[in-house]
Structure formats: C-alpha cells, structure tokens
C-alpha cells in the first residue's frame, strides 16, 4: 500500500508573493539549461517579479553616509618601531638557511622569526645547509610563491664567520 502524501506549502503574509515569485524564477533558470553541460556559453534566462520590496528606498541629499568618519581604517607608518626587522629599514640576520616547503624556495629562522630569501645573492654562499649573515630588508607586502616566512630581500651576503 501507497503511503505517499502530496504536500503544498502556500506561501502567505507580505513576503509570500516575492518568495514565490523568486521560486518560479529559480525553477525557470533550472529549466532553461541545454543538457546540463558545464561549458554552457550562455546565462540561464531568469524571470523576476516586480515588487515594491524590491524597489531601492530614495536617498535625500541631506543624509549621512551610514559609517561613521572615526571608523574609517588609518594606518600611520611613523608607528612602527624601525629598530625591529620588518621595518623597512636595513636589517642583519644570521643563521642557518634550509629549504622551504615549495620547490627553489629558501629560508632562515633568526630570533624566532621565519624569513624567506630573495632577492639576487651569490648562490655560491646562500643554498640549503649554509651558515650565513644576510643584509637587507624586509618586505611584508611582498607577493611570493613560497608561502613561508616574512619576505627578506638580500642584497648583501655573507658566509657567517
């Protein structure tokens, strides 16, 4: 025996008519595809109703912007303490360099912190096992593939003596 029952759910109050609306494009979109293929060249058509919730409220020329001026993010560079690495300012670092977890990338931890070496250096004195002291700066907005440690540019260095 067939327990199966057919349900309908109607949508009722102010909203009822935009969500049913909104469901009647969903379902057209879905219907609308050539097969389902993942490289369709065209958008899927949607239908949509017109209602009054939909419609932007009119901004009068005397409002407010909606944020606040004292929560509008300020940096100001002359916070930073430019006796730390990372300052921008000429650094030295020491230690030994290894391997990074990307293929061709290389780093060095010096007083806890992970550096990774760029820049042009002397392959002959900067490679995986060295001891090294690296001159140069850090460049924390620098973009690399590496994806490990505080970006240091080398532009002097050194075997560690």
Do not use: N, W
């Amino acid at each position: 025996m067939d327990t199966h029952v057919s349900r309908v759910r109607r949508f009722t109050g102010p909203t009822g008519p935009l969500i049913a609306a909104l469901m009647i494009a969903v379902l057209a979109a879905c219907g609308a595809g050539q097969g389902g293929s993942d490289d369709e060249s065209e958008a899927p058509a949607t239908a949509t109703a017109p209602t009054e919730a939909s419609s932007p409220p009119e901004a009068s020329e005397s409002e407010e912007s909606p944020v606040p001026d004292e929560t509008t993010p300020y940096l100001d560079p002359s916070l930073g303490d430019s006796s730390k690495p990372g300052s921008g300012s000429q650094t030295t670092i020491s230690g030994t360099v290894e391997s990074g977890v990307e293929s061709g990338c290389l780093v060095l931890e010096h007083e806890g912190t992970l550096y990774g070496i760029y820049g042009s250096f002397d392959s002959s004195i900067v490679y995986a096992g060295a001891e090294v002291t690296l001159h140069g700066k850090v460049d924390r907005g620098m973009m690399t593939i590496c994806q490990q440690g505080t970006p240091f540019v080398v532009e002097d260095a050194e075997t560690a003596d």
